[in-house]
């Protein structure tokens, strides 16, 4: 097993951090005020776009793709990694400013794989080219959705259209004005065996009988991305929008969530090495009962669970990444579901021995560590709960010994 990054990886490595130092950080207060004279938790602030533009001209665009394009010459996995954690560290601006934020990554990696010509033209090209967004529906309120089996929206063919009818929700970045298409998992055959009944179509948002029913919060939070509630109304879309096969949308949704998933591992170890590193320096610059609190023995304990939990899941999660160069995305399943079910569990241990040192301060909007625990312990249902992924381990590990 070799999980050193390549020369080329190591060169973004140090862009990056460059990027991060130079542009990132500074810009988060720009941000935050932006954000907030804007009242709009779906404003696009003018910041994002001057890192872009800056992203982009130091090499930093699209790293995730795994693929030869005429924007990279396409990543590993494993060189992807360490630039995914450092983007971590910067949840809200750096994924986005490099045209790395999800849900476009998995929307884009769809298009790649299963788009006709004419979708990635008309849809693909402007996803890359960062000029909009999208966002993915496939969640849905009235079923238990960590059996994508159990999705209700029906989509009927009439003609040549499909008519779709059902209710979505957490449909992440739907209700922003640069979103402008999702791509829709829904049935198309109930009478197809179980995992043949589902298909995926792309449908632009504007298309008549879509309806903005809410934004979910989050805790309380309104994040960055939003995560939108959608009515679809006999909303018709033209056939030739199908994404992929007719009853392939359980599989086209396992190719999408597999590095979906190994993206978010990596970029909230990078949440939690920041998270780490503000509790060290509160640790440092207060003090307790005459000492400070790096002094005291139960702040050193936390702050040594969580340099071992840090490395510990980093190490996992660059196996996973290595297997799913050397071996594809479905034979690196049970490696990605071991850190889908670690990597979240740990950033939320971290950030909450990080609250704990911060006290009153850590639960508070004057840091960055509540918001921070609420996409993290967010990340222990989306793209499947851990007890599915426990699931899938426990599966395979029993499989070795049975007859």
Known sequence: MQLEASPEGKELQEKLLLFMDECIYPAEPVFEQQMEEAGDPEHHPQI??????????????????????????????LDYAPLAEISGRSMALAPEAMNCAAPDTGN?????????????????????????????SM???????SDATNVETSIVRDGDEYVINGRKWWSSGAGREQCKFSIVMGKTDPEARAHAQQSMVIVPLDTPGITHVRNLTVFGYLDRETHSELLFEDVRVPTSNLLGPEGGGFMIAQARLGPGRIHHCMRLIGM????????CRRAL??????????????IQDWIAESRLAIDQARLLTMDAAWQMDVAGNKAARNAISSIKVVVPRMTCDVIDRAIQIHGGAGVSDDFPLAAMYAGARTLRIADGPDEVHKMVIARRELSRYAE
């Open 285 to 298: 610059s207060r003090e307790a009962f005459r000492k400070t609190l790096a002094e005291q023995g139960v």
């Open 48 to 77: 994002i776009e001057d890192l872009k533009v800056e992203a982009r001209g130091r090499g930093l665009w699209n790293l995730f793709l795994p693929h030869k394009t005429e924007w990279t010459e396409g990543l590993s996995n």
């Open 272 to 279: 939690a090495e920041r998270a780490l590193e503000m509790a």
């Open 139 to 145: 969640t849905e309120p009235d079923v238990a959705s």
């Open 108 to 136: 884009m990696e769809l298009l790649t794989e299963f788009g006709t010509p004419e979708q990635q033209q008309q849809w693909l090209r402007p996803l890359l080219e960062g000029e909009i967004r999208s966002c993915f």
